[in-house]
């Protein structure tokens, strides 16, 4: 009963015209972006993290939201009609999705992603609201060293995903977290890294970082490249699923629904290994997997729905205890700290109004979404079509000027270009910078949480594993470490590791 | 990989300069941190977790300089082969080009020729459009900023915008 009354007071808020709009824009954004090849959420939530400010917090973390789960749906349009994955999470629907395209049944395969995610999604938002509680009551009991041990679990867990060597990985962690230290002490108010700069008092921002390491270095990845497009142009027909398309997909939407949504919730996991896992166990659960990869409507609607709810089920650990699990839920935290709130175990009682008017407005979105992308999909076709080298210089511009906004400094603009260089010849040396960027954000968090409690036990490390959470985190962590090191584990991370940041 | 673009002890070896980098990181920040006091056990200071980050960057690099020397890592060369690696660098040289420009000069003034540059550089749009599109974005931008959104852009030394 009290679910419900919450529910109606979120749907309060969330149906306030500005709120409305916030959440329309943000699943507009969030299309945008997942159709564009080479923006991916994480640019343009970057991007437009400034202009939260000029809102009340429901209204900017409604439309970041939105970009998030927007993206999910926008980037399966590209990966079926161009066979280029919009991001990252769509890079399995290109498999059968431009094959289905191919055979003309571009129409079947954008219906059935469409319909997926939104079953998935709105699956994903009911068992947010009935866990999210729950797992925050018992998120009160967590001291500093249960906090501590989870964010080493989540780092863990992301650098064991992150494609390519996992020293690389760990190195950018440590990169990250030293990064994040940078400025005053929180205990002691000692400046630290600052080299006598006032500018780097207060730290460095995480807009500037993020949209230099995914923005800036993107476009001159991109570059590099001429980007070659083979859209499908024939007149897309009978967007919904036929009966049969239906029934073979049944099966493949409630399995990607429910696994993607608990792999979303799992530190450093994300929409883009649910895909990949929904995508291997269709294909391992079919009768014939020869079809799989020559235009099998299960490839498409196992992953696309396994994405959207991940991306539901990742508001989970940062709602309920402030970690992020992922970059993208690292830029949501930034939204929180910046209208002054910090999301945890308290934010569901001492903030019912935000939210509860999230997780409505995540529902009204999905419904924005599922009109935005079956019966405007030509719309977003005819956008495929845009040059690349009128976009780029575009992007360049608008993040400048984002990062401008979000401080009045231009110190930070100089931080974005560095780091957006920095970024470039990391991706080209094979450093990926989603475990640095985690890193950055949980890094003071991390050292506090280790300080309080070695504090607190009185230098005693056995605070860490005598504690139980804390404990089976640590003995997780360590597993995922040393796995690496024995060769059945190792093939199965190379499988499964992720070009996360894309 | 062939022979000429997977190379062992070799100054090409991008991975093993890639570790020498992170190593070399990993010693500033152990120096910094032991610079800052480590404190105790009980009360550890503001150079604690600094110090042993450092000690893990330091272990995780030497762990990539290990694999470089036994296993071989891709040259500088491999790594940009067949990509068009004038791009990037030409993109790279306008945008340090405008940061040194911004305060100077102001936002108007260094970001529409930073457009004209990028809309020519990357793959050339043709004059006729690259002006209007380097000259009214930034312009409309503006004009958003400070009068709708009330933000002012830098406005350098002739206070243009």
Same mark, same amino acid.
Request: hydrophobic share 55%; charged share 10%; proline share 5%.
């Given at each position: 009963m009290d679910v419900l009354l919450n529910v109606a007071h979120g749907f309060g808020v969330a149906l306030q015209p500005i709120n409305l709009l916030y959440c329309f824009i943000g699943v507009?954004?969030?299309?945008?972006? @997942?159709?564009?090849?080479?923006?991916?959420?994480?640019?343009? =939530?970057?991007?437009l993290l400034p202009i939260t400010l000029s809102g009340t917090p429901e209204s900017g973390i409604i439309m970041m939201a939105g970009i998030y789960y927007g993206s999910m749906y926008g980037g399966s349009t590209t990966s079926i009609l161009v066979n280029i994955p919009g991001e990252a999470a769509s890079v399995v629907t290109?498999?059968?999705?431009?094959?289905?395209?191919?055979?003309?049944?571009?129409?079947?395969?954008?219906? =059935? $992603?469409?319909?997926?995610?939104?079953?998935?999604?709105?699956?994903?938002?009911?068992?947010?609201?009935?866990?999210?509680?729950?797992?925050?009551?018992?998120?009160?009991?967590?001291?500093p060293a249960e906090y501590f041990s989870l964010m080493v679990l989540g780092l863990v867990v992301l650098t064991f995903l992150t494609q390519g060597s996992m020293a690389?990985?760990?190195?950018?962690?440590?990169?990250?977290?030293?990064?994040?230290?940078?400025?005053? *002490?929180?205990?002691?108010?000692?400046?630290?890294?600052?080299?006598?700069?006032?500018?780097?008092?207060?730290?460095? @921002?995480?807009?500037?970082?993020?949209? @230099?390491?995914?923005?800036?270095?993107?476009?001159?990845?991109?570059?590099?490249?001429?980007?070659?497009?083979?859209?499908?142009?024939?007149?897309?027909?009978?967007?919904?699923?036929?009966?049969? *398309?239906w029934k073979a997909s049944a099966g493949p939407v409630a399995r990607g629904t429910v696994l993607g949504f608990f792999l979303g919730i799992l530190p450093g996991g994300g929409a883009v290994i649910s895909s990949f896992a929904s995508y291997a166990l269709e294909k391992r659960l079919s009768k014939t997997p020869e079809r799989f990869g020559k235009g099998a409507i299960e490839g498409v609607a196992g992953p696309e729905s396994a994405n959207n709810a991940a991306a539901g089920g990742a508001f989970i650990p940062l709602m309920t205890l402030g970690i992020?699990?992922?970059?993208? =839920?690292?830029?949501?935290?930034?939204?929180?700290?910046?209208?002054?709130?910090q999301p945890g175990p308290l934010l569901i009682t001492q903030n019912p109004g935000l939210f509860w008017g999230i997780v409505a407005s995540m529902y009204i979105g999905n419904v924005m979404l599922l009109?935005?992308?079956?019966?405007?999909?030509?719309?977003?076709?005819?956008?495929?079509?845009?040059?690349?080298?009128?976009?780029?210089?575009?992007?360049?511009?608008?993040?400048?000027?984002?990062?401008?906004? $979000? $401080?009045?400094?231009?110190?930070d603009v100089y931080v974005m270009i560095a780091f957006g260089v920095i970024g470039y010849f990391m991706r080209k040396l094979g450093y990926e910078p989603a475990p640095l960027v985690l890193a950055f954000v949980l890094g003071p968090m991390l050292e506090n949480n280790l300080r309080k409690s070695l504090i607190l036990s009185q230098g005693d490390l056995f605070t860490f594993v005598q504690r139980p959470i804390s404990a089976a985190c640590l003995v997780l962590a360590v597993v995922l470490l040393i796995g690496p090191l024995l060769p059945s584990l190792r093939r199965k991370r190379e499988l499964v590791a992720l070009d996360e940041g894309a | 990989?062939?022979?000429?673009?997977?190379?062992?002890?070799?100054?090409?070896?991008?991975?093993?300069? /890639?570790?020498?980098?992170?190593?070399?990181?990993?010693?500033?920040?152990?120096?910094?941190?032991?610079?800052?006091?480590? /404190?105790?056990?009980?009360?550890?200071?503001?150079?604690?977790?600094?110090?042993?980050?450092?000690?893990?960057?330091?272990?995780?690099?030497?762990?990539?300089?290990?694999?470089?020397?036994?296993? /071989?890592g891709p040259t500088f060369g491999s790594r940009w082969e067949g990509a068009r690696w004038t791009k990037p660098l030409l993109v790279i040289g306008c945008l340090t080009s405008f940061a040194f420009a911004l305060d100077a000069f102001g936002f108007l003034l260094s970001?529409?020729?930073?457009?004209?540059?990028?809309?020519?550089?990357?793959?050339?749009?043709?004059?006729?459009?690259?002006?209007?599109?380097?000259?009214?974005?930034?312009?409309?931008?503006?004009?958003?900023?400070?009068?709708?959104?009330?933000?002012q852009l830098p406005s350098g030394i002739f206070e243009i915008g």
């Open positions: 507009f954004i969030g299309t945008l972006v @997942g159709v564009l090849p080479g923006i991916g959420p994480i640019s343009a =939530m970057s991007l290109c498999i059968d999705g431009h094959q289905m395209a191919k055979q003309g049944r571009a129409g079947p395969a954008l219906g =059935m $992603s469409a319909l997926g995610s939104f079953i998935a999604g709105t699956f994903s938002l009911i068992a947010l609201m009935l866990i999210a509680p729950s797992l925050a009551n018992v998120a009160i009991a967590f001291g690389k990985a760990l190195l950018m962690a440590c990169i990250g977290i030293v990064l994040g230290l940078i400025g005053l *002490d929180s205990i002691t108010a000692m400046p630290r890294l600052t080299f006598g700069r006032l500018e780097l008092i207060d730290g460095i @921002g995480l807009v500037p970082v993020v949209m @230099g390491l995914f923005g800036v270095a993107e476009v001159l990845i991109n570059t590099e490249q001429v980007i070659k497009r083979d859209v499908i142009n024939a007149k897309i027909t009978q967007l919904l699923p036929s009966k049969a *398309d992020p699990p992922n970059v993208v =839920m690292a830029l949501l935290l930034g939204a929180f700290v910046i209208h002054g709130l009109v935005l992308n079956l019966p405007l999909i030509g719309m977003w076709v005819q956008l495929l079509k845009l040059p690349y080298n009128i976009l780029f210089p575009l992007i360049i511009l608008f993040t400048i000027i984002g990062v401008y906004c $979000s $401080s009045n400094n231009v110190f | 990989m062939n022979d000429q673009s997977s190379v062992r002890l070799k100054l090409n070896n991008s991975e093993l300069w /890639g570790g020498l980098i992170g190593l070399a990181l990993g010693v500033f920040v152990i120096w910094s941190g032991l610079k800052l006091k480590l /404190g105790t056990i009980n009360d550890p200071g503001s150079g604690y977790v600094l110090f042993y980050t450092g000690v893990l960057m330091c272990v995780f690099a030497a762990t990539i300089i290990v694999a470089a020397i036994t296993e /071989g970001a529409i020729p930073l457009m004209v540059l990028l809309l020519r550089v990357i793959d050339p749009v043709r004059w006729t459009l690259a002006i209007p599109v380097a000259v009214l974005t930034p312009l409309g931008v503006w004009w958003v900023l400070k009068r709708v959104l009330l933000i």
